[in-house]
């Protein structure tokens, strides 16, 4: 093997190596991870949302053919969301725009991640798996609202 | 007859020349779907007004005609080609037949419920979507017919061993039997799900199907899949491009560790296709993603032998300095219009390969997956350098196997860079848009992209109408390819031979070392099979225990299950 060819198959390595550390870091540091394995969860067949903490919440969310369960989502800015996401029928897919939200719809599984809101708006998510001849109506609307002052 | 030619019989001349047409005008209707995506994506078309049905149907036909069909065929008929032309011995032609009516039979039956809307259920045919019986036996006959082509070389290969004791096997058939080792371990676990889940359940014998689990299967073949598109690719980057371009290959034995590579680290690595999935651990995820980056090196080396390899032929037709070889290269050189397939292919192949890094990265597919930045992705792997080697190796051995001169090559020279263009504004479109949250799949044209409706997305649709301008150019550029290959199919033969007398631009190594350890695939096997076990135990595990229920059979067309 000459000294060129060493040099490149070494750079290679050290390349997929460092990619490798920004995995780690992404992982350790910032705190973003891929959805798990859960066993802990009884399956559901309808759609629930209730507040679990003072900014925490959590829903549990249907996917069918061909619209999710709810469709428009609407809680205050800064909550933090146990996303709970199964489906009823065939295989669905969702993800919320601009968040670290991206997880796969199957019956007879459940997925699940936490998220939380800290920018009010409009959050667009739309069925990205092939569900049907309707798929591509298939989508929902988180909203987030700003800060309200509390009423009388 | 010299060293380098093999006399072909007439019988594997006529089986070779069938298995490259036949898919030829499959892939015409694949390429035509292909461009009528764009215009649903686009809204420019409601309908398929040539064969009728909607946007999925359209989908479906494009990727198992262009994905599966046309590179399982040219697999095939490249292997049939090289390895009897390298190792000197004679294919059983009645084993070959049989193999190519297995995936002539298959492949047809496949196509036809697909058109006739019986089965639109995409490429991939996940459950509990079901298609019409047929098109799961049509690919299992399919994959079979490309099993058997393939065990007729093995008796060739070992006989050639024997023969041959201390002698290097021909790089060529080195890579066509890695190719084909990955196809058969993979395929495997696709054959299990069709035989033994889709099939009964499509026929009715079964009720319920575990979606997980057939998933986790697809995903074992889907990944392998990728690299039995690009190998055959590879065997004509390593074997035939430094020769074309006047030069020789860098190293013999990073070719022949590049492959051996693929072998270990081909399979254990689907998951990373799941990262978003339910029901598998966030750990197994991650050690998928660990041999995903082990597949790429292989890939990085090849870049860098194949670079040295251009420098060199460069080089010697008297370029200087750092750069200056880069432009010395054949080009545009009309008898060497073969070169221009292959180095367009390696050029896009450079960003596919980076966005096949960055799906592969664990949390970051989070910001991809299923978005249009996937098919933005796998056209420029699948459809960039797989594509463009396929077509050119497809012409080549037209040309050889019918003993007819290429008929405008001017066309043939021109088509890959068209279609190169094309293909990265149509890319670029689909992968900014996906970054945006597009997604893939998706009859945009019917709701985002739809200004009359109240999902209207209206900073995607720039991209989506690059994309429109990207596959029209595509489109064009396969049909000046069409019409050189089809001019020269029907052309007149000069030649009163019975059989073919073909030959292969086969380089030459420029460091040749003798590398012992990498003559045997044995115990590379081995590890694969290790790493295999050791990866997907746990992750089919996880399923089972995390599933729950079965699912009946669905159609696309209502939300009611089929029984």
Known sequence: ?152 | MNSDTFRFSKSIKNLNSLLLILPMVLLFIGIYGGLMQTMFRAGIIQSDPFVGGDYYKGLTFHGVLNAIVFTTFFAVALGNALIPYSLKKHLNSKIAWTSGIMMLVGSVMAAVVILLGEATVLYTFYPPLKAHPLFYIGLTLLVVGSWLASYNWVPMYLQWRKENVGKKTPLAVVGMMTTFIIWFIATLAVAAEILFMLLPWSMGLVDEVNVMLARTLFWFFGHPLVYFWLLPAYVMYYSFMPKIAGGKLYSDMAGRLVFMMFIVFSIPVGTHHQYMDPAIGAEWKLLHGIFTFGVALPSLITAFTLAASLEYAGKKRGGKGLFGWMRKLPYFEKEKWFFAYLILGLFIFIFGGIGGIINASYQMNTAVHNTAWVPGHFHLTVAGPVLLAFLGGSLYLIGQFMHKEIRCKGWALISPYVYTVGLFIMSYGLKIGGLKGMPRRTNTGASYANPDSILYQQDWIFYIDLSVIGGVLMFIGIIMYLVSFFGTVFSKSSSTEEGAVITFPISEPYHDEPAKWLRNFKPYIIIAIILIVLSYTPVILDVLEATYGGSLPYSPNSPVPLR
């Open chain 1, 1 to 152: 093997m000459d000294k060129s060819e060493k040099i490149a198959f070494t750079l290679s390595g050290m390349l997929l190596i460092l990619f490798f550390g920004g995995i780690v870091y992404a992982a350790i540091v910032e705190d973003i991870d891929v959805p798990t394995c859960i066993t802990n969860m009884e399956p559901f067949e309808s759609d629930t949302l209730f507040q679990t903490g003072p900014d925490s919440y959590e829903l549990q969310m249907v996917a069918r053919m061909w619209s999710f369960q709810p469709s428009v989502v609407t809680l205050p800015v800064g909550s933090t969301v146990d996303l709970y996401v199964t489906s009823q029928d065939i295989i669905h897919g969702f993800k919320i725009e601009r968040k670290n939200v991206n997880l796969m719809a199957v019956p007879g599984a459940i997925n699940y991640m936490r998220v939380t809101f800290n920018e009010p708006g409009e959050y667009l998510f739309a069925c990205h798996e092939f569900c049907g001849a309707a798929h591509h109506t298939m989508a929902g609307r988180i909203i987030i609202e700003p800060e309200m002052t509390e009423g009388p």
